[in-house]
């Protein structure tokens, strides 16, 4: 323990004691830390956000700095989130982690050899070279050939939106492609492609205490992905009056917290269950016959449908033992409604996944759930704040998108994704294709990570074969980074403004905390110098230092509220938010008023009008219209052959409370919990191979093969493997197929075979 006065000691433990139980490795994280903890210097203190999960700007944060640099951080008085977790806390590290990209690097070795030889250039030769490589490609071939895409730091998207319209490209994706986006579109195909309404409606909610009487959780585990909402599922859960349902192949902390029922399923089997769920309910009588006869559209075909899967039948697909099938139908019944389902973004990552989810989120419509207090809300008045915190006008995905949209590369693989979306995210996921055909020749990407998609191969192949990719991030990542041409240094979270923290109708200004490290510039203005070396300077307002204000202003300039607000007004009010107050009352069952069409007429925004059991659209593309449910691509049932030799179902990107996705590993604080990948598998498993725990063992699909080590557990379902993804020695993406779902283009991370051997 580095030496403190007892002031300075309790001060710091009490700020971070979640800190201090995950600060093993010491507290301090640069050698003037301690001068600094012990130095009488005054002590400043500033507010930001947290952004280590990739939520975007999330749980609030104090930072406590001396002479300039942050030494302590803290959670936030008065703000929306719980204690930070060790992720947040470990943030202290990442920002003065001696690895980051301080500056520009263009590659010095062609595309292909394994050493990119990296050299340092100035922002003035990479802004150069980024302007000429892009307008020669939009000259010879048009600018819908260049790629915009972001990987899961969600802040840079609005901005990169920006540049991808104004350069004259729709094909702006972001890592979304994987995640949040199937839940919506599956919302959007019942309710409607309204884009606020899906959005509040795609991963559905938490109980309202006294209100809901069920809550059904499908794969989704708050306590270690979002720390954040699972406080608000306590909530409910403390009022005593709600009933909880678990389907989860594991035995999660969600499941240890609030099961009524835990419903063990075989992953890619929740469409079967949730139609199960409805025969039982229908059958019963125990639906809102009003709603279903007043606002939905194809009640019978769907009730025929569900009909189809009974309790024996259905617990057989699922492998729940037919007791505690019936032990959950039991209190759908005996609760009555108003339900909630809660999931989560990473819910579809099935070849059946956009039907899978449209079947359990009909439960809603079914039990008259819909926009009623204690049911699944509908947003009040949304701002037209995008899903990234700007508005729609500044990603001018208003104005410009709908000209370029028939330039769409996605469109001839995943037309309904295309038709859809009115946001300006392509589907990513056939990058290879697109590059292969020569309908993509050149990127510019924030934050992407070639780890993220199955088979990653193809994809840094991909990456290798434009013609020109530049990337921005944090530090040099060889996965993706070897790949491209230039890479961009990027400034984290407490070094930049943009974009807008935005919590309902709260709005906060974020002001960096400390100057960028280098020559790190925000991803905001990395957007507007590109924009302007490209000829935009007007729409990117000349680039340069004032580029994250100039957004802001742009930004607020557009949003549409009764009294305007401008950045002096969030200015003033910071740290404290400047909140927009509803017009009227919060209102209920909006269809009814009028209040989700443009129109103003009653009812939703899809084809009919009203909720689709069968969906129009899926019909007219040729889809099958029902919620139908269909065996994964391979599976025990699908493919026995497979099967045969592969015997476990693979279980893929569950997440760990200690790192996200690929990054964090670098991290001292973190690391020491999972310093290598692991593999878990079920005990019985584990003994029929004769394998032990810490065994290192030998992971083999039909598509590739890993090694990592193995932790026996009983969290995880027999015959299911439990892996988290973005290990680069041990890319379980490698053994994912690229059996997209064809309906929203997911990948089967949770699902497809494989086999464990001792290595
Ligand atoms: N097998 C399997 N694969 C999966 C999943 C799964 O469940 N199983 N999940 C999928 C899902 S849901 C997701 S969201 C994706 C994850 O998507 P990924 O893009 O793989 O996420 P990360 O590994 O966090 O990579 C983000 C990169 O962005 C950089 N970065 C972080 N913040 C910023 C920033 O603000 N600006 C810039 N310029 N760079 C930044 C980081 O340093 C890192 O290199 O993975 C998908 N892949
Ligand atoms: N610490 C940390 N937090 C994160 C992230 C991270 O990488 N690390 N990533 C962020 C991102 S981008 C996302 S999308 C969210 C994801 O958030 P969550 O979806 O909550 O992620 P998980 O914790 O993996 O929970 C998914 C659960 O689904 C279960 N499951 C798998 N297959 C099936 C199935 O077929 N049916 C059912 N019913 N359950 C299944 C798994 O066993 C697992 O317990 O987390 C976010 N938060
Ligand atoms: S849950 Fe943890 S990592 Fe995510 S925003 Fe909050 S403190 Fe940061
Ligand atoms: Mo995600």
């Known amino acids: 323990m580095p030496r403190l006065s007892r002031r300075q000691f309790l001060k710091l433990t009490a700020a971070s004691a979640a800190g201090a139980a995950v600060a093993g490795n010491g507290f301090f994280i640069f050698p003037d830390h301690e001068a600094l903890a012990a130095s009488d210097a005054p002590e400043e203190v500033k507010y930001s956000h947290c952004v ?29 989130n719980t204690l930070l977790c060790a992720k947040g806390i470990a943030a202290l590290q990442e920002i003065y982690e001696p690895d980051r990209l301080l500056y520009p690097m263009k590659r010095t070795t062609p595309k292909g050899s394994d050493d990119p030889k990296w050299e340092r250039i100035s922002w003035d030769e990479a802004l150069e070279t980024i302007a000429e490589k892009l307008n020669a490609i939009k000259a010879e071939y048009g600018a819908e050939k260049v790629l915009f895409m972001t990987g899961d730091p969600k802040e840079p998207r609005s901005a990169v939106q920006r540049l991808a319209f104004t350069f004259g490209s729709p094909n702006m994706g972001t890592e979304s492609s994987t995640c949040y986006k199937a839940t919506e579109l599956a919302t959007k195909l019942l309710y409607g492609p309204e884009w606020f309404t899906a959005s509040s409606l795609a991963t559905g909610s938490g109980p309202t205490p006294g209100k809901t009487k069920v809550c059904i959780i499908w794969g989704n585990n708050p306590p270690w992905s979002s720390p954040f909402s699972y406080n608000g599922m306590k909530n409910g859960q403390e009022s005593g009056t709600v009933k909880y349902i678990v389907v989860d ?56 449908y569900a009909s189809e899967f009974t309790t024996a039948k259905t617990a057989e697909i699922c492998q729940i033992p037919e007791e505690t099938l019936q032990a959950a139908i039991d209190i759908l019944l005996t609760e009555g409604s108003p339900i909630v389902c809660k999931s989560s973004a990473a819910f579809p990552h099935h070849t059946n996944g956009i ?16 926009d ?4 699944l809300k ?3 008045e949304p701002l037209n704040f995008d899903e990234w915190q700007m508005t729609f006008e500044f990603a001018r995905s208003s104005d410009l998108l709908p000209e370029l949209d028939h330039l769409r590369v996605d469109r001839e693989y995943f037309p309904v994704w295309a038709d859809t979306d009115q946001q300006g995210s392509v589907q990513l996921n056939r990058i290879p294709e697109y590059v292969e055909t020569g309908a993509i020749k ?43 041409d230039m890479v961009l240094p990027a400034a984290m979270s407490w070094e930049r403004s943009c974009p807008l ?59 549409k509220v009764d009294t305007p607000i401008t950045y002096e007004d969030l200015k003033a009010a910071s740290p404290a938010p400047v909140e927009v107050p509803l017009k009227g009352e919060p209102q209920d069952k909006k269809y009814e008023k009028g209040l989700l069409r443009e129109d103003g007429q009653p009812g939703f925004t899809t084809p009919t009008g009203k909720v689709e059991f069968v969906s129009e659209i899926l019909r007219e593309h040729g889809f099958d219209p029902l919620p139908t449910y269909n065996e994964p691509v391979q599976s025990p049932i699908s493919t026995p052959d497979v099967y045969a030799e592969y015997p476990l179902i693979m279980n893929s990107g569950n997440r760990v409370p200690m790192y996200t996705h690929s990054k964090e590993r670098n991290l001292p604080w973190l690391n020491q919990f999972m310093p290598e990948p692991i593999i878990r598998l079920n005990p019985e498993d584990a003994a029929e191979r004769e394998l032990k725990n810490g065994d290192m063992v030998k992971v083999t699909s039909p598509y590739g093969e890993l090694t990592a080590k193995l932790e026996i557990s009983v969290m995880i379902k027999k015959g299911v493997i439990d892996m988290f993804h973005g290990w680069e020695k041990a890319n379980v993406n490698e053994l994912v197929s690229r059996d997209f779902d064809p309906i929203s283009g997911f990948p089967p991370y949770k699902e497809g075979l494989c086999q464990v051997a001792k290595a």
């Not at 280590?52 to 008065?78: A, S, T």
């Not at 009524?260 to 469409?271: A, K, S």
């Not at 923290?501 to 002001?511: N, Q």
């Open 442 to 484: 050149a990127c510019v990407m924030f934050g992407g990570n070639a780890m993220m998609w199955p088979q990653s191969h193809l994809y840094q192949e991909a990456f290798q074969k434009m013609d020109f990719c530049v990337a921005a991030d944090f530090y040099i990542r060889p996965w993706t980074h070897n790949y491209v």
């Open 249 to 304: 192949p594991r035995i999660t902390p969600t499941v240890h917290a609030f099961a009524d029922v835990h419903l063990q399923i075989r992953p890619g089997t929740d469409g079967a269950l949730a139609l199960c769920f409805a025969n039982a309910l229908i059958e019963n009588d125990a639906y809102d016959k009003d709603f279903v006869e007043n606002w939905t559209h194809g009640f019978e075909e769907y009730a025929a």
């Open 378 to 380: 509908i947003a009040d």
């Open 501 to 559: 923290t935005v919590f309902g109708r709260k709005i906060f200004l974020r002001e960096p905390v400390v100057e960028p490290a280098g020559e790190a510039r925000s991803d905001y203005r990395i957007c507007c110098d590109i924009g302007t070396a490209l000829g935009y300077s007007e729409e990117f307002w000349g680039g340069g230092e004032k580029s994250e204000e100039n957004c802001i202003r742009e930004s607020l300039r557009h949003l």
């Open 355 to 370: 039907n899978n989810y449209r079947a359990i989120m009909s439960l809603i419509p079914l039990t008259g759930s819909l």
């Open 52 to 80: 280590m999960c990739n939520h975007g700007p999330r749980c609030g944060m104090k930072l406590i700095l001396k002479e300039g640099k942050i030494y302590r951080v803290e959670k936030r008085e008065d703000y929306p």
């Open 372 to 375: 009623v207090p204690g049911g």
